[in-house]
Protein backbone atom coordinates (compact mmCIF):
# COMPACT_ATOMS: atom_id res chain seq x y z
CA UNK A 1 0.00 0.00 0.00
CA UNK A 2 2.82 2.64 0.98
CA UNK A 3 6.41 1.80 -0.71
CA UNK A 4 9.06 4.57 0.66
CA UNK A 5 12.71 3.86 -0.91
CA UNK A 6 16.13 5.47 0.36
CA UNK A 7 14.13 8.60 0.39
CA UNK A 8 16.50 12.19 1.12
CA UNK A 9 15.44 15.52 1.26
CA UNK A 10 17.94 18.43 2.23
CA UNK A 11 17.09 22.13 2.64
CA UNK A 12 18.76 25.44 2.70
CA UNK A 13 18.32 27.42 5.94
CA UNK A 14 19.54 30.24 7.02
CA UNK A 15 22.03 31.34 10.13
CA UNK A 16 24.33 33.41 12.25
CA UNK A 17 25.62 33.68 15.59
CA UNK A 18 24.23 36.02 17.63
CA UNK A 19 25.37 39.81 17.87
CA UNK A 20 24.93 43.17 16.05
CA UNK A 21 28.14 42.72 13.95
CA UNK A 22 27.01 39.03 12.52
CA UNK A 23 23.91 40.50 12.17
CA UNK A 24 25.25 42.98 9.65
CA UNK A 25 27.52 40.67 7.93
CA UNK A 26 24.58 38.50 7.33
CA UNK A 27 22.92 41.20 5.48
CA UNK A 28 25.66 41.60 3.00
CA UNK A 29 26.48 37.52 2.71
CA UNK A 30 23.79 35.40 4.33
CA UNK A 31 25.03 32.15 5.43
CA UNK A 32 23.36 29.09 4.62
CA UNK A 33 23.83 25.44 6.15
CA UNK A 34 22.14 22.52 3.88
CA UNK A 35 19.81 20.68 6.78
CA UNK A 36 19.72 17.00 6.12
CA UNK A 37 16.04 16.42 7.31
CA UNK A 38 16.02 12.64 5.06
CA UNK A 39 18.98 11.03 4.72
CA UNK A 40 18.26 7.41 3.58
CA UNK A 41 14.71 6.49 4.51
CA UNK A 42 12.73 3.30 3.56
CA UNK A 43 9.99 1.31 4.73
CA UNK A 44 6.40 -0.13 3.08
CA UNK A 45 3.37 -0.43 5.28
CA UNK A 46 0.51 -3.09 4.36
CA UNK A 47 -3.15 -1.75 4.21
CA UNK A 48 -5.18 -2.07 7.71
CA UNK A 49 -2.17 -1.36 9.59
CA UNK A 50 -1.67 0.98 12.18
CA UNK A 51 2.04 2.30 12.46
CA UNK A 52 3.61 4.57 14.67
CA UNK A 53 6.30 7.02 12.88
CA UNK A 54 8.44 8.04 16.00
CA UNK A 55 11.35 9.78 16.91
CA UNK A 56 13.35 13.01 19.17
CA UNK A 57 11.73 16.57 17.70
CA UNK A 58 13.87 17.27 14.34
CA UNK A 59 14.21 13.88 13.54
CA UNK A 60 12.36 14.17 9.93
CA UNK A 61 9.08 12.82 10.76
CA UNK A 62 7.03 15.76 9.36
CA UNK A 63 9.32 15.83 6.34
CA UNK A 64 8.46 12.37 5.66
CA UNK A 65 4.67 12.34 6.20
CA UNK A 66 4.68 15.66 3.76
CA UNK A 67 6.26 13.79 1.44
CA UNK A 68 3.36 11.10 1.18
CA UNK A 69 0.86 13.77 1.49
CA UNK A 70 2.24 15.21 -1.79
CA UNK A 71 3.26 18.29 -0.06
CA UNK A 72 7.32 18.00 -0.40
CA UNK A 73 8.81 16.79 -3.42
CA UNK A 74 12.19 14.50 -2.13
CA UNK A 75 15.51 15.16 -3.92
CA UNK A 76 15.97 11.78 -4.81
CA UNK A 77 14.24 8.27 -3.99
CA UNK A 78 10.76 6.45 -4.35
CA UNK A 79 7.51 7.13 -2.65
CA UNK A 80 4.36 4.94 -3.93
CA UNK A 81 1.33 5.05 -2.18
CA UNK A 82 -1.79 3.06 -3.90
CA UNK A 83 0.83 2.83 -7.30
CA UNK A 84 0.76 6.88 -7.26
CA UNK A 85 3.71 9.13 -6.77
CA UNK A 86 2.32 11.27 -4.31
CA UNK A 87 4.13 14.97 -5.75
CA UNK A 88 3.61 13.91 -9.65
CA UNK A 89 -0.37 12.61 -9.32
CA UNK A 90 -0.91 15.16 -6.63
CA UNK A 91 -4.69 15.63 -6.93
CA UNK A 92 -5.67 11.93 -7.70
CA UNK A 93 -3.77 11.13 -4.57
CA UNK A 94 -4.73 13.52 -2.41
CA UNK A 95 -8.67 12.54 -2.90
CA UNK A 96 -7.60 9.35 -1.23
CA UNK A 97 -5.81 10.24 1.98
CA UNK A 98 -6.79 11.89 5.03
CA UNK A 99 -4.74 14.39 7.23
CA UNK A 100 -4.39 15.66 10.18
CA UNK A 101 -1.76 18.14 11.16
CA UNK A 102 -2.54 18.19 15.44
CA UNK A 103 -0.62 21.90 15.39
CA UNK A 104 -2.81 23.52 12.30
CA UNK A 105 -5.97 23.67 11.59
CA UNK A 106 -8.14 23.03 8.33
CA UNK A 107 -11.20 24.36 9.90
CA UNK A 108 -13.00 28.05 8.96
CA UNK A 109 -12.10 30.31 12.32
CA UNK A 110 -15.67 31.90 12.15
CA UNK A 111 -18.10 29.73 10.61
CA UNK A 112 -19.86 26.80 12.37
CA UNK A 113 -18.42 24.08 11.89
CA UNK A 114 -20.77 22.39 9.81
CA UNK A 115 -20.01 25.12 6.85
CA UNK A 116 -16.59 23.52 7.03
CA UNK A 117 -17.59 19.79 6.73
CA UNK A 118 -20.15 21.26 3.77
CA UNK A 119 -16.83 23.20 1.90
CA UNK A 120 -14.67 19.95 2.20
CA UNK A 121 -17.48 18.00 0.80
CA UNK A 122 -17.48 19.82 -1.96
CA UNK A 123 -13.76 19.71 -2.76
CA UNK A 124 -13.61 16.38 -1.97
CA UNK A 125 -16.53 15.89 -4.55
CA UNK A 126 -18.71 13.68 -2.22
CA UNK A 127 -21.73 12.46 -3.36
CA UNK A 128 -24.71 13.73 -1.31
CA UNK A 129 -25.95 10.32 0.41
CA UNK A 130 -22.39 8.94 0.88
CA UNK A 131 -21.52 12.24 2.73
CA UNK A 132 -24.42 12.28 4.84
CA UNK A 133 -23.96 8.46 5.80
CA UNK A 134 -20.44 9.74 6.69
CA UNK A 135 -20.95 12.88 8.21
CA UNK A 136 -23.74 10.85 10.45
CA UNK A 137 -21.40 7.71 11.53
CA UNK A 138 -18.18 10.56 12.66
CA UNK A 139 -21.08 12.62 14.66
CA UNK A 140 -21.70 9.94 16.92
CA UNK A 141 -18.55 8.45 16.79
CA UNK A 142 -16.90 11.61 17.76
CA UNK A 143 -20.21 12.96 19.93
CA UNK A 144 -20.39 16.33 17.80
CA UNK A 145 -23.48 16.81 17.71
CA UNK A 146 -23.35 19.68 19.95
CA UNK A 147 -20.40 21.31 18.56
CA UNK A 148 -21.21 21.80 14.34
CA UNK A 149 -23.37 24.54 14.70
CA UNK A 150 -20.62 26.47 16.55
CA UNK A 151 -18.14 28.77 14.63
CA UNK A 152 -14.22 26.81 15.24
CA UNK A 153 -13.12 29.76 17.13
CA UNK A 154 -15.51 28.79 19.90
CA UNK A 155 -14.29 25.18 20.28
CA UNK A 156 -11.67 23.90 22.63
CA UNK A 157 -8.75 22.69 21.66
CA UNK A 158 -9.69 19.08 22.38
CA UNK A 159 -13.35 19.68 21.03
CA UNK A 160 -11.51 21.08 17.70
CA UNK A 161 -9.51 18.18 17.52
CA UNK A 162 -12.47 16.02 17.22
CA UNK A 163 -14.13 18.32 14.68
CA UNK A 164 -10.70 17.89 12.64
CA UNK A 165 -10.91 14.12 12.81
CA UNK A 166 -14.47 14.29 11.53
CA UNK A 167 -13.00 17.04 9.01
CA UNK A 168 -10.02 14.49 7.47
CA UNK A 169 -12.68 11.42 7.26
CA UNK A 170 -15.18 12.78 5.60
CA UNK A 171 -14.00 11.86 2.03
CA UNK A 172 -13.49 8.49 3.52
CA UNK A 173 -10.40 8.09 2.73
CA UNK A 174 -8.20 4.48 3.05
CA UNK A 175 -5.13 6.39 4.15
CA UNK A 176 -5.08 8.26 7.46
CA UNK A 177 -1.84 10.70 8.24
CA UNK A 178 -2.00 11.49 11.85
CA UNK A 179 0.88 14.26 12.62
CA UNK A 180 0.47 14.76 17.18
CA UNK A 181 -3.32 14.47 16.92
CA UNK A 182 -3.14 14.30 20.25
CA UNK A 183 -0.60 17.44 21.32
CA UNK A 184 -2.31 19.19 23.85
CA UNK A 185 -5.30 17.36 24.76
CA UNK A 186 -6.51 16.89 28.34
CA UNK A 187 -6.92 13.43 29.11
CA UNK A 188 -10.59 13.14 28.04
CA UNK A 189 -10.19 13.92 24.35
CA UNK A 190 -7.10 12.07 24.43
CA UNK A 191 -8.65 9.02 24.90
CA UNK A 192 -11.74 9.84 22.72
CA UNK A 193 -9.22 10.55 19.88
CA UNK A 194 -7.86 7.06 20.28
CA UNK A 195 -10.90 5.08 20.57
CA UNK A 196 -11.93 6.70 17.39
CA UNK A 197 -8.55 6.02 15.43
CA UNK A 198 -8.72 2.41 16.93
CA UNK A 199 -12.32 2.54 15.70
CA UNK A 200 -12.07 4.13 12.13
CA UNK A 201 -9.38 1.27 11.77
CA UNK A 202 -11.08 -1.43 12.58
CA UNK A 203 -14.28 -0.85 11.00
CA UNK A 204 -13.41 1.62 7.41
CA UNK A 205 -10.11 -0.27 7.35
CA UNK A 206 -8.10 2.52 7.42
CA UNK A 207 -4.25 2.43 7.32
CA UNK A 208 -3.21 4.82 9.98
CA UNK A 209 0.34 5.91 10.25
CA UNK A 210 0.41 7.98 13.12
CA UNK A 211 3.67 10.51 14.62
CA UNK A 212 3.17 10.89 18.25
CA UNK A 213 6.06 12.00 21.38
CA UNK A 214 2.97 10.40 23.68
CA UNK A 215 4.23 6.73 23.92
CA UNK A 216 0.84 6.13 25.68
CA UNK A 217 -0.84 6.64 22.13
CA UNK A 218 2.12 4.41 20.88
CA UNK A 219 1.26 1.65 23.37
CA UNK A 220 -2.65 2.10 23.28
CA UNK A 221 -2.73 1.61 19.50
CA UNK A 222 0.28 0.68 17.64
CA UNK A 223 1.36 -2.92 17.66
CA UNK A 224 4.34 -1.95 15.08
CA UNK A 225 6.70 1.46 14.97
CA UNK A 226 9.54 2.89 12.82
CA UNK A 227 11.81 5.09 14.61
CA UNK A 228 13.71 7.55 12.89
CA UNK A 229 16.27 9.73 14.08
CA UNK A 230 18.51 12.06 12.52
CA UNK A 231 17.13 11.86 8.42
CA UNK A 232 17.21 7.74 8.95
CA UNK A 233 15.14 4.97 10.01
CA UNK A 234 16.88 3.27 13.49
CA UNK A 235 14.46 0.46 14.26
CA UNK A 236 11.37 -0.91 12.44
CA UNK A 237 9.37 -3.54 14.58
CA UNK A 238 7.20 -4.11 17.19
CA UNK A 239 7.05 -1.56 20.19
CA UNK A 240 7.32 -4.10 22.86
CA UNK A 241 10.60 -5.45 21.87
CA UNK A 242 11.97 -1.99 21.56
CA UNK A 243 11.18 -0.73 25.07
CA UNK A 244 11.23 -4.57 27.16
CA UNK A 245 14.82 -3.45 27.86
CA UNK A 246 14.40 -0.03 29.40
CA UNK A 247 11.13 -1.53 31.03
CA UNK A 248 12.76 -4.33 33.12
CA UNK A 249 14.72 -1.54 34.83
CA UNK A 250 11.56 -0.20 36.34
CA UNK A 251 11.67 3.03 34.67
CA UNK A 252 8.57 4.52 33.08
CA UNK A 253 8.04 4.95 29.41
CA UNK A 254 9.40 8.82 28.86
CA UNK A 255 12.44 7.74 30.95
CA UNK A 256 12.25 4.58 28.68
CA UNK A 257 12.15 6.31 25.53
CA UNK A 258 14.41 8.89 26.63
CA UNK A 259 17.58 6.67 27.39
CA UNK A 260 16.75 5.21 24.34
CA UNK A 261 17.24 8.05 21.99
CA UNK A 262 20.23 8.72 23.82
CA UNK A 263 21.96 5.31 23.23
CA UNK A 264 21.26 6.05 19.81
CA UNK A 265 22.96 9.14 19.69
CA UNK A 266 19.71 10.85 18.60
CA UNK A 267 18.31 12.91 21.94
CA UNK B 1 -12.93 21.14 -14.62
CA UNK B 2 -16.77 21.51 -14.91
CA UNK B 3 -17.27 19.16 -11.60
CA UNK B 4 -14.24 20.95 -9.32
CA UNK B 5 -16.89 24.43 -9.70
CA UNK B 6 -18.73 22.83 -7.12
CA UNK B 7 -16.10 23.31 -4.78
CA UNK B 8 -16.01 26.65 -6.18
CA UNK B 9 -19.23 27.21 -5.52
CA UNK B 10 -18.91 26.18 -2.22
CA UNK B 11 -16.24 28.65 -1.42
CA UNK B 12 -18.51 31.62 -2.97
CA UNK B 13 -21.41 30.63 -0.67
CA UNK B 14 -19.16 29.90 2.53
CA UNK B 15 -17.53 33.38 1.93
CA UNK B 16 -21.46 34.55 1.77
CA UNK B 17 -22.45 33.04 4.77
CA UNK B 18 -19.02 34.48 6.50
CA UNK B 19 -20.26 38.12 5.27
CA UNK B 20 -23.38 37.80 6.74
CA UNK B 21 -22.39 36.48 10.50
CA UNK B 22 -20.90 40.11 10.62
CA UNK B 23 -23.80 42.73 10.65
CA UNK B 24 -22.76 45.35 12.27
CA UNK B 25 -19.69 45.46 10.87
CA UNK B 26 -21.55 45.39 7.12
CA UNK B 27 -23.50 48.35 8.59
CA UNK B 28 -20.46 50.04 10.16
CA UNK B 29 -18.84 49.69 7.10
CA UNK B 30 -21.94 51.36 4.78
CA UNK B 31 -22.17 54.28 7.07
CA UNK B 32 -18.96 55.18 6.43
CA UNK B 33 -19.03 54.33 2.90
CA UNK B 34 -21.76 57.22 2.91
CA UNK B 35 -19.75 59.64 5.19
CA UNK B 36 -16.64 59.52 2.72
CA UNK B 37 -19.02 59.14 -0.16
CA UNK B 38 -20.43 62.42 0.64
CA UNK B 39 -16.58 63.92 1.35
CA UNK B 40 -15.83 63.19 -1.48
CA UNK B 41 -18.24 64.30 -3.52
CA UNK B 42 -17.98 67.83 -1.86
CA UNK B 43 -13.82 67.79 -2.97
CA UNK B 44 -14.05 67.12 -6.05
CA UNK B 45 -17.28 69.46 -6.61
CA UNK B 46 -15.39 71.96 -5.11
CA UNK B 47 -12.39 71.60 -7.84
CA UNK B 48 -15.26 71.57 -10.77
CA UNK B 49 -17.02 74.65 -9.37
CA UNK B 50 -13.09 76.42 -9.66
CA UNK B 51 -13.06 75.50 -13.30
CA UNK B 52 -11.45 72.85 -15.21
CA UNK B 53 -13.07 69.55 -14.30
CA UNK B 54 -13.41 66.64 -17.04
CA UNK B 55 -16.74 65.47 -15.18
CA UNK B 56 -19.99 66.99 -14.66
CA UNK B 57 -21.43 67.50 -11.41
CA UNK B 58 -24.10 64.29 -11.98
CA UNK B 59 -20.66 62.69 -13.31
CA UNK B 60 -19.36 63.19 -10.09
CA UNK B 61 -21.81 61.70 -7.88
CA UNK B 62 -22.67 58.85 -9.96
CA UNK B 63 -18.57 58.08 -10.04
CA UNK B 64 -18.46 58.29 -5.82
CA UNK B 65 -21.15 56.56 -5.07
CA UNK B 66 -20.52 53.47 -7.53
CA UNK B 67 -17.14 53.46 -6.12
CA UNK B 68 -18.41 53.25 -2.77
CA UNK B 69 -21.17 50.50 -3.83
CA UNK B 70 -18.55 48.31 -5.44
CA UNK B 71 -15.20 49.25 -3.21
CA UNK B 72 -14.74 45.46 -2.50
CA UNK B 73 -14.64 45.11 -5.95
CA UNK B 74 -11.79 47.50 -6.14
CA UNK B 75 -10.14 48.41 -3.34
CA UNK B 76 -6.33 46.51 -2.76
CA UNK B 77 -6.81 46.57 0.99
CA UNK B 78 -9.89 44.38 1.13
CA UNK B 79 -7.85 41.43 2.05
CA UNK B 80 -8.83 37.85 3.13
CA UNK B 81 -7.53 38.02 6.55
CA UNK B 82 -8.20 34.55 7.46
CA UNK B 83 -6.30 33.37 4.46
CA UNK B 84 -3.21 35.17 5.79
CA UNK B 85 -3.25 33.90 9.07
CA UNK B 86 -3.23 30.60 7.58
CA UNK B 87 -0.08 31.81 5.35
CA UNK B 88 1.50 32.87 8.28
CA UNK B 89 0.52 29.97 10.78
CA UNK B 90 1.40 27.20 8.16
CA UNK B 91 -2.28 25.88 8.13
CA UNK B 92 -1.63 26.67 4.07
CA UNK B 93 -0.10 23.01 4.73
CA UNK B 94 -3.75 21.47 4.42
CA UNK B 95 -4.46 23.70 1.24
CA UNK B 96 -1.51 21.13 -0.52
CA UNK B 97 -3.37 18.19 0.90
CA UNK B 98 -6.86 19.00 -1.07
CA UNK B 99 -7.35 17.70 -4.73
CA UNK B 100 -7.77 20.85 -6.12
CA UNK B 101 -5.19 23.42 -7.49
CA UNK B 102 -4.20 25.60 -4.38
CA UNK B 103 -4.06 29.14 -7.02
CA UNK B 104 -7.47 28.28 -8.31
CA UNK B 105 -8.64 27.49 -5.27
CA UNK B 106 -7.30 30.59 -3.51
CA UNK B 107 -8.55 32.42 -6.22
CA UNK B 108 -11.79 31.26 -6.26
CA UNK B 109 -11.71 32.19 -2.33
CA UNK B 110 -10.64 35.73 -2.96
CA UNK B 111 -13.12 36.57 -5.79
CA UNK B 112 -15.90 35.24 -3.79
CA UNK B 113 -14.94 37.04 -0.76
CA UNK B 114 -15.20 40.37 -3.02
CA UNK B 115 -18.35 39.45 -4.86
CA UNK B 116 -19.89 38.75 -1.39
CA UNK B 117 -19.30 41.36 0.69
CA UNK B 118 -19.99 44.14 -2.73
CA UNK B 119 -23.42 42.03 -3.06
CA UNK B 120 -23.92 42.79 0.73
CA UNK B 121 -23.11 46.40 0.32
CA UNK B 122 -23.93 47.60 -2.97
CA UNK B 123 -28.05 47.35 -2.61
CA UNK B 124 -28.01 49.74 0.20
CA UNK B 125 -25.74 52.19 -1.38
CA UNK B 126 -27.30 52.31 -4.52
CA UNK B 127 -30.92 52.46 -3.52
CA UNK B 128 -30.55 55.36 -0.78
CA UNK B 129 -27.74 57.57 -3.39
CA UNK B 130 -30.28 56.93 -6.52
CA UNK B 131 -33.36 59.10 -3.68
CA UNK B 132 -30.81 61.93 -2.67
CA UNK B 133 -31.26 65.18 -4.57
CA UNK B 134 -29.34 66.78 -6.56
CA UNK B 135 -26.43 66.94 -7.13
CA UNK B 136 -25.92 64.04 -4.73
CA UNK B 137 -27.56 62.24 -6.57
CA UNK B 138 -26.54 58.57 -8.45
CA UNK B 139 -28.06 58.69 -11.63
CA UNK B 140 -28.64 55.68 -14.62
CA UNK B 141 -26.30 54.37 -16.62
CA UNK B 142 -25.66 56.80 -19.68
CA UNK B 143 -27.35 54.73 -21.61
CA UNK B 144 -28.04 50.91 -22.05
CA UNK B 145 -25.30 49.72 -23.55
CA UNK B 146 -22.87 51.56 -21.26
CA UNK B 147 -25.47 50.01 -18.25
CA UNK B 148 -23.67 46.62 -19.96
CA UNK B 149 -20.58 47.59 -21.00
CA UNK B 150 -20.43 48.64 -16.83
CA UNK B 151 -21.20 45.06 -15.82
CA UNK B 152 -18.92 43.57 -17.85
CA UNK B 153 -16.16 45.78 -17.19
CA UNK B 154 -16.81 45.30 -13.81
CA UNK B 155 -17.23 41.74 -13.69
CA UNK B 156 -13.14 41.65 -15.61
CA UNK B 157 -12.26 43.54 -13.72
CA UNK B 158 -13.02 41.80 -10.33
CA UNK B 159 -10.82 38.38 -11.95
CA UNK B 160 -8.26 41.26 -12.71
CA UNK B 161 -8.40 42.52 -9.46
CA UNK B 162 -7.82 39.17 -8.14
CA UNK B 163 -5.20 38.15 -10.25
CA UNK B 164 -3.03 42.02 -9.46
CA UNK B 165 -3.84 41.70 -5.33
CA UNK B 166 -2.45 37.54 -5.40
CA UNK B 167 0.61 38.44 -5.88
CA UNK B 168 0.65 40.11 -2.68
CA UNK B 169 -0.49 36.96 -0.91
CA UNK B 170 1.75 35.35 -2.67
CA UNK B 171 4.90 37.88 -1.28
CA UNK B 172 3.14 36.65 2.50
CA UNK B 173 4.36 32.86 1.45
CA UNK B 174 7.52 34.07 1.25
CA UNK B 175 8.16 36.82 3.64
CA UNK B 176 5.00 35.98 5.63
CA UNK B 177 4.71 39.27 6.44
CA UNK B 178 1.50 39.91 5.03
CA UNK B 179 1.05 43.51 6.22
CA UNK B 180 4.37 44.76 4.24
CA UNK B 181 3.45 43.05 1.41
CA UNK B 182 -0.04 44.94 1.18
CA UNK B 183 1.67 48.36 2.34
CA UNK B 184 3.73 48.12 -0.48
CA UNK B 185 0.94 47.49 -2.95
CA UNK B 186 -1.69 49.50 -1.98
CA UNK B 187 -0.28 52.73 -2.77
CA UNK B 188 0.70 51.73 -5.98
CA UNK B 189 -2.61 50.23 -6.49
CA UNK B 190 -4.49 52.95 -5.41
CA UNK B 191 -3.00 56.03 -7.14
CA UNK B 192 -2.32 53.80 -10.26
CA UNK B 193 -6.07 52.97 -10.43
CA UNK B 194 -7.00 56.75 -9.73
CA UNK B 195 -8.66 55.99 -6.67
CA UNK B 196 -6.07 59.03 -5.00
CA UNK B 197 -7.34 62.09 -7.48
CA UNK B 198 -9.62 60.07 -10.48
CA UNK B 199 -7.42 59.83 -13.65
CA UNK B 200 -9.88 62.33 -15.76
CA UNK B 201 -8.11 65.05 -13.08
CA UNK B 202 -4.77 63.78 -14.08
CA UNK B 203 -2.10 65.82 -16.21
CA UNK B 204 -2.36 64.45 -19.58
CA UNK B 205 1.32 62.87 -19.83
CA UNK B 206 0.53 60.58 -16.45
CA UNK B 207 -2.87 59.76 -17.35
CA UNK B 208 -1.32 58.42 -20.61
CA UNK B 209 1.27 56.19 -18.77
CA UNK B 210 -0.95 55.24 -15.86
CA UNK B 211 -4.03 53.87 -19.48
CA UNK B 212 -1.12 51.99 -19.90
CA UNK B 213 -1.49 49.78 -16.82
CA UNK B 214 -3.75 46.79 -15.98
CA UNK B 215 -4.52 48.99 -12.49
CA UNK B 216 -7.35 51.47 -13.89
CA UNK B 217 -8.48 48.97 -15.68
CA UNK B 218 -10.10 47.65 -12.29
CA UNK B 219 -11.84 50.74 -11.73
CA UNK B 220 -11.49 53.79 -13.40
CA UNK B 221 -12.64 51.68 -16.78
CA UNK B 222 -16.25 50.76 -15.35
CA UNK B 223 -16.86 53.84 -13.63
CA UNK B 224 -16.26 55.86 -16.90
CA UNK B 225 -18.16 53.94 -19.06
CA UNK B 226 -21.00 53.51 -16.88
CA UNK B 227 -21.26 57.61 -17.31
CA UNK B 228 -20.16 57.41 -20.79
CA UNK B 229 -17.30 59.23 -20.55
CA UNK B 230 -15.77 56.47 -22.40
CA UNK B 231 -18.24 56.05 -25.14
CA UNK B 232 -19.50 51.63 -25.43
CA UNK B 233 -18.20 51.58 -28.99
CA UNK B 234 -15.09 51.16 -27.38
CA UNK B 235 -15.77 48.32 -25.03
CA UNK B 236 -14.84 45.40 -27.06
CA UNK B 237 -11.12 47.02 -27.05
CA UNK B 238 -10.96 47.53 -23.55
CA UNK B 239 -12.98 44.04 -22.69
CA UNK B 240 -10.17 42.37 -24.40
CA UNK B 241 -7.04 44.55 -22.74
CA UNK B 242 -8.82 43.41 -19.44
CA UNK B 243 -8.45 39.63 -20.49
CA UNK B 244 -5.10 40.32 -22.06
CA UNK B 245 -3.85 41.47 -18.83
CA UNK B 246 -5.96 38.27 -16.57
CA UNK B 247 -4.11 35.64 -19.47
CA UNK B 248 -0.99 36.76 -18.53
CA UNK B 249 -1.36 37.34 -14.70
CA UNK B 250 -2.92 34.37 -13.92
CA UNK B 251 -0.10 31.83 -15.10
CA UNK B 252 2.61 34.15 -14.27
CA UNK B 253 0.67 33.98 -9.99
CA UNK B 254 0.16 30.30 -10.56
CA UNK B 255 3.40 29.76 -11.11
CA UNK B 256 5.28 31.32 -8.39
CA UNK B 257 2.51 30.54 -5.71
CA UNK B 258 3.58 26.87 -6.06
CA UNK B 259 7.12 27.82 -6.00
CA UNK B 260 6.70 29.93 -2.91
CA UNK B 261 4.03 27.05 -1.36
CA UNK B 262 6.17 24.87 -1.71
CA UNK B 263 9.39 26.36 -0.36
CA UNK B 264 7.56 27.34 2.34
CA UNK B 265 6.49 23.68 3.21
CA UNK B 266 10.01 22.90 3.76
CA UNK B 267 10.92 23.97 7.82
CA UNK B 268 9.07 24.01 10.67
CA UNK B 269 7.26 20.80 12.27
Not at chain 1, 30 to 50: H, M, N, T, Y
Not at chain 1, 112 to 129: A, T
Not at chain 1, 252 to 258: N, S
Request: with cysteine.
Amino acid sequence: MIQVESLRKTYLSRRRASGVGQALLSLVKPSRERIEALKDVSFSIERGEIVGYIGPNGAGKSTTIKVMCGILVPDSGVCLIKGRVPWKERAAHVAGIGVVFGQRSQLWWDVPVIDSFELLRDVYRVPGREYSASLEELVSALDLSPLLGQPARSLSLGQRMRCEMAASLLHSPDILFLDEPTIGLDAVSKLAVRAFIERANRERGVTVILTTHDMHDIEALVSRVILIGKGEILYDGGFEALVAGGRATGAGIEAVMAALYGEMGIA
Amino acid sequence: MIASLRAYGGLFRMRFLRGLSYRAAALAGTATQFFWGFILIMVYQAFAKAGGSPLGLSQIASYVWLQQAFLALIVVWFRDKELLSLIVTGDSAYELCRPVDAYAFWFARLAAGRLAAALLRCAPIVLVASLLPDPYRLHGPSSVPAGLAFLACLALGLLLIVAITMFAYILSVVTLSPNAAFMFAAPIYEFAAGMVIPLPFMPEGLRHVLELLPFRLCVDLPLRMYSGAIPASQAPLLLLQQALWIALLVPAGRLALGKALRSSQAAGG
